[in-house]
DNA sequence: CCAACTTCCTTCGAAATCGAAGTCGAACTG
DNA sequence: CAGTTCGACTTCGATTTCGAAGGAAGTTGG
């Protein structure tokens, strides 16, 4: 199992040899079943521009190779009902696990996205990588052992992390408060343990694909802000995460306009992150004797109503709104979600509202949705799932060949 | 020729029917013909992915439509000397007009990009739209009289606007300084009146697809600041124009930190136009007794070493290079270029340089490129000929079936 | 209830595309 | 300089894809 497991890293061979530009097309059909855009040939043959004819034949291999289900009948439009297809449940399953600093929820998602298995495993990630991934692995090969997967094929695992990732190389960069993850080739190593092709991916990342996906799969660009202990950001640029070098959607470190000046770890005065993240309040709070260990904590004093903690949240919102106008004018998105365990504090999503409308361009705001998150904490997960089912073309073309 | 111009309109299929997902192969051959990406039957195959035998077959008919010529031999890569294929100088031309407030640039391009004549015109943008799309259309019609393009057809007209521009409808939204233009149907007039497809954008925009094709075609994310009266900015992301709602890549109206405070003309105090734009700068020389009507004239004083001129534009680039921190963080690109008249100015690109790598991300910047513009002030006329090519596919085919 | 229409899906000949084999022409090699 | 090798291009069956036609299974409307 082993044998090999280094030329399973998903995405080498977009990087190391001719982009294949002509689309795959099972790989294609299977994405649009799997998403649920189209559940019946017809559909499939109007979304996807190929002749009906063509579609029934793929669609016939696919069904052949296992991938496919037929299952009754779908919704007349009119004439003919369609015949329903779904995913077989046998097609496989993506595993994940989104890492946190203390915290790993990990999951079993089938190609569709539906959770299969999930569960949490508490670690130290200053551990360092080896211990942690083990230990991540491990778990997730015991999750495969229940829940009736030992007969679903694996395709692949998706590991979200607190930091930069580099896309190349599916390497950590400069995380700060991950000791021994700097450059640490995770994709690499996961890949030899587990035997399975491998996807490294900046959790913030993860979850705006989720929330793309699951909740506005229609909008071409979105922002998602992560706003837990730290405040994270990925971005959805005509539908597709973008990634610049590795560090795109760091809004972190942004100098901020403010009377008191804090140091941030980055070794700048008053960045964002230094007066507005979770860790920042925690700490404003715990000097006003109030102890808000996790951002949840945090949430709850709001919630409970403490004028303090409201007010702490409400001027955190107000310089990250500040941050994000400049953001909303330069990248003129559809929407802009708000997620992150903090987002259920309702005066912060409310105070960054106001800050947007208030001070963007008009032309930036007419069409502006402002939202919280609406995928909840899975939001990750269901982001792993789509980007790994969007660098299926291999497996599935093998599984058609076979 | 004005018979049903109105259905001309570049985009209009793309927006009002069913998006043609598979890619126009005849249009696409022409478009690596024409951008230099390739030049012989071999490399076509190469970059399309297209069998060999088809990619002969296609060029022939290409030839056949008198799109293509087959010019001597090129180079030998160690076997055969390859057939060599160009564009012929009868397949078409673009016209351009780049519109500024006071003046417009217009230009007849080849399909390659090649200038094949040029114009200058000066008129007041404030005469309203159909006066001077009018003068406009009139003087490129002149220039396709000259210069032996009497016989060579014209296959497109794009018109750069200094104003922000919504790409589903083609027309001038919320300009300021530009009376009347406000939701006028800037395509669809044009479009009537010239009787050939017509693309408008913003002028930024236009620069920046200029700069990215000519000086930086291997770079997918890049962003280009112009700098003249105004302060432009337009984004390159994946390798394709990001147009947002319309709106995308404003940064002239960002809240800067600042001791003296100053009204834009956006309703907003301290916003970056205001004490950062070429006009910003008029201003304040004036106050100390230069008279610099013209961004050129700014450069002529600070070239001369006039100190006030020198501090005021350090100064600017000071405060341009504090937003485009924020920015380059954000967007993480790979390329950050400074265009426009004031670019000319040495201090004020060393004094943005200067800050962003003070004060981004190592990770944001470790391989960034902080460059002039290379493609001087044609950039946004190649920028339109590429951006009219990019949308050739109608024209093309048509060509063939003829 | 039946005729007319719609939509879904398959069948089957036509057309496009591919790709292995072959030809051509130039550079390299001892 | 003659033989070898490489790459460019063409030829020509094999394969794939298409698309018009038709059957199947619905809905709609008098």
Redesign the interface.
């Known amino acids: 199992m082993e044998v090999n497991a280094l030329l399973y890293q998903v995405g080498a061979c977009y990087l190391s040899g001719?982009r294949?530009?002509?689309e795959d097309q099972p790989a294609a059909l299977v994405r649009m079943v799997a998403t649920g855009q189209a559940e019946s040939r017809a559909e499939l043959a109007r979304l996807?521009?190929l002749a009906a004819s063509s579609v029934s034949l793929r669609v016939e291999q696919l069904i052949g190779a296992g991938l496919f289900v037929e299952e009754g009948a779908g919704a007349s439009r009119g004439g003919r009902r369609p015949r329903r297809i779904r995913l077989a449940r046998e097609a496989g399953v993506f595993l994940v696990a989104d890492l946190g600093a203390h915290h790993a929820r990990l999951a079993a998602v089938d190609l569709g996205g539906a959770l299969r298995a999930t569960a949490d495993l508490e670690f130290d990630i200053a551990v360092g990588p080896e211990g942690t991934l083990k230990a991540v692995i491990d778990s997730l090969r015991a999750l495969t052992g229940e829940h009736g997967l030992r007969d679903v094929p694996i395709r692949g695992l998706a590991i979200g992390m607190p930091g930069?990732v580099d896309p190349a190389t599916g390497q950590v960069?400069?995380p700060s408060r991950m000791p021994g993850w700097n450059d640490f080739p995770v994709r690499e190593f996961a890949a030899e343990l587990a035997g399975i092709p491998v996807l490294v991916e900046n959790d913030a990342n993860l979850m705006a694909v989720g929330e793309h996906r699951a909740s506005w799969p229609d909008l071409d660009?979105i922002m998602v802000i992560k706003l837990g202990s730290g405040i994270g950001?990925g971005?959805i640029?005509?539908g597709?995460l973008?990634?610049?070098?590795?560090?795109?959607?760091?809004?972190s470190?942004?100098?901020i306009?403010s009377e008191a000046t804090v140091d941030c770890s980055?070794g700048?005065p008053d960045c964002l992150e230094a007066h507005a993240s979770g860790a920042a309040l925690a700490a404003t709070l715990a000097a006003q004797g109030f102890t808000a260990d996790s951002p949840s904590q945090i949430v709850d004093l709001v919630t409970d109503g403490v004028p303090q903690a409201t007010a702490a949240v409400r001027n955190a919102g107000q310089l990250i709104g500040?941050?994000l106008?400049?953001?909303v004018?330069?990248?003129?998105?559809?929407a802009l979600v708000i997620g992150g365990s903090l987002s259920n504090a309702e005066p912060l999503v409310a105070t960054i509202r106001g800050a947007i409308y208030q001070?963007c361009?008009?032309?930036?705001t007419r069409?502006l949705e402002i939202s919280a998150s609406r995928s909840g904490r899975d939001a990750s997960i269901l982001g792993a799932g789509h980007l790994l089912l969007e660098q299926s073309d291999e497996w599935i073309d093998h599984a058609l060949t076979r």
């Not at 990634?243 to 760091?250: M, Y």
């Not at 004018?329 to 559809?334: I, S």
């Open positions: 001719v294949n530009s002509r996807s521009g930069p960069v400069s660009n950001c971005v640029v005509d597709r973008h990634r610049g070098r590795g560090a795109a959607g760091d809004i470190h942004v100098r306009r980055c700048h500040d941050v106008t400049a953001l004018n330069f990248f003129n998105p559809d001070r361009l008009p032309l930036a069409n």
